[in-house]
């Protein structure tokens, strides 16, 4: 072969996208997860990918504080998303069916702070929000606050695909639902003990903190204590995949914050702050401190890092969250790009996460150092 042949040859398959972006290596305070691996047809041609990221909630996850039992429960519950979701792009079905299907089988999990299993309001309510968008058309559907949809993940996809809207809130979200023919449930539905607990130890908290005390810590730094407390937010569940029609589709679904008084929204509905998605670059789902991901518009923010900055999704990812961290708040994103390449970064000490790609493999993580 003469030179000029070599060279034909190395340009013409150097130019094919699929993995064009390998992830960064790991650094800062976030970790990542490796791409998803495309298969090779006969003719050594890469195949056109496709792929599913979930989380389950970033926050303090330590071993010693989990049972093998439990563990075995998330680690199965995850598993069994990552599936139904593969089961969709495999069959060439859309990216916006894998993630609402994944995100659905996580809010009917009490393990999750999502649908059943939602954290509780101060008043002892259960306020769900959720979203979830479209690349391919950059359609958009969230709601905030509703107390008796069980799936909001599904009540988002209807507001994005059934009404001119984007957003619905409260009673009229739920009365939006009851028109198209959704089944209400009882707030009772919604209750587990260990979120009842949370929100008992954390009540018990305040008070103390309202306590006279001579050294009284000031007022910021007693919220962002009370913030931080893992079980103050655990658990919001989000979806990201690419079909093998190359569309993208991104969804996250929450109870937010135990204690949240007010009417408090996070970012989980917020489209750019919780979730994003665009044919162009990538789909995103955020999890952490719900007021600093708004701040920092995180999934809007990696999407445009890979648009006007040729940044990977990697590192576009670990940048956002720097932008995070840097105001004090933690959390996790879980990505997929345009080309199947994938990102499950978090500057907690652990994420529920995991992703599948074309070779049907299931990888599941929980702790920071299974990376
Ligand atoms: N981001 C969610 C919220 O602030 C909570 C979480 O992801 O843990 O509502």
């Given at each position: 072969m003469s030179v000029r042949l070599v060279l034909i040859f190395v340009l013409l398959f150097g130019?094919?996208?699929?993995?064009?972006?390998k992830p960064e290596g790991k650094g800062g305070s976030s970790q990542s997860g490796p791409a998803i691996k495309q298969p090779v047809g006969p003719n050594g041609v890469t195949i056109q990918p496709y792929g599913l990221v979930i989380h389950g909630g970033a926050g303090t996850i330590a071993r010693d504080k989990m049972t093998p039992e439990l563990e075995k429960e998330y680690r199965a519950k995850l598993e069994e998303a990552l599936k139904a979701g593969y089961k969709i792009l495999e069959s060439g079905g859309t990216s916006l069916n894998a993630v609402e299907v994944a995100i659905r089988i996580m809010e009917d999990?009490?393990?999750?702070?999502?649908?059943?299993?939602a954290v509780f309001t101060a008043e002892g309510t259960n306020e769900l929000d959720a979203s979830i968008m479209d690349g391919k058309t950059k359609m958009a559907g969230a709601v905030a606050g509703v107390k008796h949809i069980k799936n909001p993940i599904v009540l988002a996809r209807m507001v994005m695909e059934k009404s001119p809207h984007v957003m619905m809130t409260g009673d009229g979200a739920e009365s939006f639902a009851k028109q198209q023919g959704m089944t209400l449930v009882d707030q009772?539905?919604?209750?587990t003990e260990r979120r009842w607990n949370d929100l008992q130890r954390i009540k018990k908290e305040e008070e103390e903190k309202q306590k006279p005390k001579t050294d009284k810590p000031s007022k910021q730094s007693s919220e962002l204590r009370a913030r931080d407390l893992p079980e103050n937010r655990f658990g919001t569940v989000g979806a990201v995949a690419l079909d093998k029609n190359g569309d993208l589709a991104a969804g996250t679904s929450t109870g937010g914050?135990?204690?949240?008084?007010?009417?408090r929204v996070g970012d989980a509905p917020v489209i750019g702050a919780g979730t994003f998605a665009d044919n162009k670059t990538c789909a995103v789902s955020a999890t952490g401190d719900g007021e600093l991901f708004i701040r920092s518009v995180v999934a809007y923010d990696i999407s445009a890092m890979i648009e006007y900055q040729a940044r990977t999704l990697d590192n576009a990812a670990k940048v956002s969250l720097s932008k995070v961290k840097a105001l004090g708040g933690e959390g996790g994103v879980i990505g997929i790009d345009k080309f199947g390449n994938i990102t499950m970064s978090f500057?907690?000490?652990g994420m529920y996460r995991g992703f599948v790609g074309p070779d049907g493999k299931t990888t599941v993580k929980i702790f920071r150092d299974e990376d």
């Amino acid at each position: 072969m003469s030179v000029r042949l070599v060279l034909i040859f190395v340009l013409l398959f150097g130019m094919i996208p699929v993995n064009a972006q390998k992830p960064e290596g790991k650094g800062g305070s976030s970790q990542s997860g490796p791409a998803i691996k495309q298969p090779v047809g006969p003719n050594g041609v890469t195949i056109q990918p496709y792929g599913l990221v979930i989380h389950g909630g970033a926050g303090t996850i330590a071993r010693d504080k989990m049972t093998p039992e439990l563990e075995k429960e998330y680690r199965a519950k995850l598993e069994e998303a990552l599936k139904a979701g593969y089961k969709i792009l495999e069959s060439g079905g859309t990216s916006l069916n894998a993630v609402e299907v994944a995100i659905r089988i996580m809010e009917d999990s009490p393990l999750f702070n999502a649908g059943k299993g939602a954290v509780f309001t101060a008043e002892g309510t259960n306020e769900l929000d959720a979203s979830i968008m479209d690349g391919k058309t950059k359609m958009a559907g969230a709601v905030a606050g509703v107390k008796h949809i069980k799936n909001p993940i599904v009540l988002a996809r209807m507001v994005m695909e059934k009404s001119p809207h984007v957003m619905m809130t409260g009673d009229g979200a739920e009365s939006f639902a009851k028109q198209q023919g959704m089944t209400l449930v009882d707030q009772k539905y919604f209750f587990t003990e260990r979120r009842w607990n949370d929100l008992q130890r954390i009540k018990k908290e305040e008070e103390e903190k309202q306590k006279p005390k001579t050294d009284k810590p000031s007022k910021q730094s007693s919220e962002l204590r009370a913030r931080d407390l893992p079980e103050n937010r655990f658990g919001t569940v989000g979806a990201v995949a690419l079909d093998k029609n190359g569309d993208l589709a991104a969804g996250t679904s929450t109870g937010g914050k135990t204690n949240k008084k007010f009417g408090r929204v996070g970012d989980a509905p917020v489209i750019g702050a919780g979730t994003f998605a665009d044919n162009k670059t990538c789909a995103v789902s955020a999890t952490g401190d719900g007021e600093l991901f708004i701040r920092s518009v995180v999934a809007y923010d990696i999407s445009a890092m890979i648009e006007y900055q040729a940044r990977t999704l990697d590192n576009a990812a670990k940048v956002s969250l720097s932008k995070v961290k840097a105001l004090g708040g933690e959390g996790g994103v879980i990505g997929i790009d345009k080309f199947g390449n994938i990102t499950m970064s978090f500057n907690s000490d652990g994420m529920y996460r995991g992703f599948v790609g074309p070779d049907g493999k299931t990888t599941v993580k929980i702790f920071r150092d299974e990376d």
